[in-house]
């Protein structure tokens, strides 16, 4: 079926106002009216949007009757032509809609709100939630946990007691969000459009936000909806009817982060505020689950006990004939669009949507939609579990409440199903952020309002922060030494600096000069046993020695030689105080522990002892010495986006024999430090001034994930540049790139593309717009 033929056009006459000609009198409806005239037990005046003339008795609030408009919820209707009498009940609500501060518009009372992702990302944007309605009441306490201080309403967008209960929280002007339900137009759904019993969240929608008044209207779902005829004749009722203003965007998250997730976004505006334009985002779309979660977290036992994957599962998983490894995740990819149905596929929905799991016909039709991690297993069958909620939280945009990872979390497959439905916070940022900024300008509130653009990148920032702080900052417990005493080393400077490191038992000075180099430059002194007073060969072991290092050969040893080590805490007594050296960063791809450093400071605050616990490897690079070209190539480069990241990375160094080995396995392929030498050179030959050269693995990382901030870092240590030449990472090629301020400016000048020229404005460099 063509998409333009897909589903029906409807009319829905009632959606707005009630077909006075088809009431019975003594029920009861919902109106919006406009008064003329009140008495002391009656208002005067006509419904909206069809000018019906009507009357409305009963006890009016004081405060109400200073307002020109109010909305009724369940009067009782009778009629005395060419009047419709309106009566106000016990059970009958009224809404007065009066001037309010401007601010007020941006609250929200978000529909179908789940776990509250949307309002995530509306609130970074400026925006203040009021009030959510879920109908599913585990989702609802989820909710809870996302957003403390909320009041949810339980129940039923369509029906009338759920918005007298919302009328009753919040006053309005207020903006109206709905997640409307994507089933009926979704792939992975039904695609039953009007068919489907779950299509009825638009019309209800749509009229909460007539009854309401609402000024600001915002809509998200699958992309789908924009094309189904049910769908676009009930917003064009909203447009032809009300007068409000559409402004539609479609935004792909994989564009600018590590998950795929394509939305649709709606924006209806009153009349009386104009339309809004909603720009498409920013593209940086290099970003992998990998640069996120660099590594697969550990978990708890209990925790893992609920998210690994049982025998009943696995064989759903594999009813189609799949093999369990189709589903694991794959670290160097976009993580694809998660599913409300994620970790739930083979029971019942923990959210109680579906009562029974997938059925075996339905698998084997249309198969299951799932990412799974395979759980370390030496022995028997291999194990797999679901993914965390928190690991999907964050490579979906969302940042995990803390209470997920505590003993007080909740049902964690609950919390899966709340995270595989949402609209990522970083595409309702964008949209609140746009529609914010032009109507604080509209208003007279702010000449010139935060840039969308700033608060995406803020909002990322703080994304990335967690992920680091999650799979990161957890302690990486030490593998257990037999001997400890035997597998430790002393290493004593001539600046009084003693350092300990751990040792396996065979390291050799050799292995041991190799790391010190690394860290501290290299340094061409002897190395001398403290016990013997020996000068040390690269062969020796180093196990339970104490080394004094000399910083050159004609370095007089720290003390005279004597027949026993020397005493540490001796050293801090009678060796005078100077500063010690200064720590240098490095980064050793096959270490396996994090420093764990141990400072003893004097009361100058002078660093005189330090621990240090490493592991020495005879090769930095032994993982890679077996990759082709065509796989050295296919590794994606680590997210560097701090300069002291990139300095220490590039301090780094290999034997002579392995670099060799690898420049003659990879072939035509080129690593980045290859291409920093090579356009270093290039830069230095042109002589000209105010180029500037920036480090390939900065200017990628900037490009995935940076800040306006980390830019204006590094240009403030180069103040003079006009031009900067570097080379990026773009859809697997490393490829030459220039920024040249002009006078009105900035121009990108890149090799190989389509469009040679890209003109970014404003001049200023990257104020505004980062690099991308």
Not at 85 to 103: F, K, W
Not at 120 to 143: I, K, M, N, Q, Y
Not at 221 to 248: I, W
Not at 706 to 714: C, F, I, N, P
């Amino acid at each position: 079926m063509g998409t333009t033929e897909w589903d029906i056009a409807v009319a829905r006459h009632d959606m707005f106002v009630p077909i006075w000609g088809s009431v019975e009198k003594g029920t009861t409806v919902s109106a919006v009216i406009d008064g003329l005239v009140f008495t002391s037990g009656m208002v005067l005046g006509h419904s909206l949007p069809d000018c019906q003339p009507i009357r409305l008795f009963g006890e009016i609030q004081t405060q109400v009757k200073g307002c020109k408009r109010l909305t009724v919820f369940e009067v009782v209707v009778d009629f005395t032509p060419p009047f419709v009498d309106l009566l106000l009940t016990d059970d009958s609500r009224v809404m007065a809609h009066g001037l309010q501060p401007a601010q007020d518009v941006f609250q929200v009372v978000e529909f179908c709100a789940g776990l509250g992702a949307t309002s995530v990302g509306l609130a970074a944007a400026g925006f203040d939630l009021a009030c959510s309605v879920e109908w599913r009441a585990p989702l609802a306490s989820l909710h809870e946990s996302v957003h403390p201080t909320v009041p949810v309403v339980v129940g039923d967008i369509g029906e009338l007691s759920c918005l007298k209960q919302v009328a009753a929280l919040v006053d309005s002007p207020f903006c109206l969000v709905a997640g409307i339900s994507c089933q009926p137009y979704s792939v992975g759904g039904s695609q039953g459009g009007s068919h489907d019993e779950r299509s009825n969240t638009l019309p209800s929608t749509l009229r909460a936000c007539h009854l309401f008044q609402c000024p600001l209207l915002i809509l998200e779902c699958v992309p789908p909806v924009r094309t189904n005829r049910y769908a676009r004749s009930l917003l064009a009722s909203l447009e032809k009817d009300l007068g409000y203003h559409l402004t539609e965007v479609t935004l792909r998250l994989e564009d600018t982060w590590a998950s795929r997730r394509f939305r649709w976004w709606l924006v209806a505006t009153h009349p009386s505020i104009g339309k809004v334009s909603i720009p498409d985002w920013p593209k940086t779309a290099g970003l992998v689950v990998r640069d996120l979660m660099p590594v697969i977290p550990t978990w708890p036992d209990d925790v893992l006990d609920e998210l690994r994957l049982q025998a009943h599962e696995i064989r759903h998983f594999t009813l189609d004939g799949s093999h369990m490894r189709k589903y694991v995740l794959q670290m160097d990819q976009k993580l694809p669009t998660s599913l409300h149905s994620w970790g739930s596929q083979a029971d019942p929905c923990p959210c109680q949507c579906r009562s029974e799991p997938f059925s075996d016909a339905l698998v084997q039709k249309r198969g299951i939609y799932a990412v799974v991690i395979q759980l370390p297993n030496n022995a028997g069958e291999p194990q797999y579990r679901h993914l965390h909620p928190v690991e999907l939280a964050v490579l979906n945009g969302l940042p995990p409440p803390a209470s997920w990872t505590s003993s007080q979390r909740p049902d964690l497959r609950l919390c899966l199903c709340g995270v595989g439905q949402l609209a990522s916070p970083l595409q309702a940022l964008w949209v609140g952020a746009c529609v914010k900024a032009q109507l604080l300008h509209r208003f007279g509130l702010e000449a010139e309002p935060m840039s969308p653009l700033v608060s995406l990148q803020q909002f990322k920032q703080q994304l990335y922060d967690v992920a680091k702080q999650l799979f990161l900052s957890v302690p990486i417990v030490a593998p257990t030494i037999e001997d400890p005493g035997a597998h430790e080393v002393t290493l004593l400077y001539s600046d009084t600096t003693q350092v300990t490191v751990q040792v396996s038992s065979d390291a050799t000075v050799s292995q041991l000069r190799q790391a010190d180099d690394a860290l501290q430059g290299a340094d061409d002194g002897s190395w001398i046993d403290a016990q013997t007073s020996q000068v040390l060969s690269g062969s020796d072991v180093v196990r339970g020695r104490t080394i004094k290092v000399c910083s050159s050969p004609s370095s007089e040893p720290l003390a005279e030689p004597e027949a026993h080590a020397l005493d540490p805490d001796q050293l801090e007594t009678d060796l005078p105080l100077v500063p010690a050296r200064p720590p240098l960063s490095v980064t050793v791809p096959d270490v396996s522990l994090p420093p764990v450093v141990d400072v003893t400071s004097d009361f100058h605050g002078s660093k005189r002892h330090c621990t240090v616990d490493v592991r020495l490897p005879s090769d930095a690079l032994t993982g890679l010495l077996a990759l082709s070209g065509t796989q050295l190539a296919a590794l994606v480069p680590p997210l560097v986006v701090t300069r002291d990241q990139c300095v220490a990375m590039r301090q780094a160094t290999t034997p002579c024999t392995a670099r060799l080995h690898i420049l003659h396995n990879q072939g035509a392929a080129m690593g980045d430090d290859e291409l920093t030498l090579h356009v270093m050179s290039c830069v230095q030959l042109s002589e000209r001034a105010g180029l500037r050269f920036l480090d390939p693995l900065l200017a990628s990382g900037w490009l995935r994930h940076g800040t306006v901030d980390q830019v204006r870092a590094w240009l403030h240590e180069v103040p003079t540049v006009t031009c900067i030449v570097s080379v990026v990472l773009l859809d697997g090629h490393w490829v030459p790139i220039m920024w040249a301020c002009g006078l009105s400016e900035v121009r990108v000048t890149m090799w190989e593309h389509d469009d040679g020229h890209r003109t970014f404005v404003p001049p200023a460099w990257f104020d505004q717009s980062g690099l991308g």
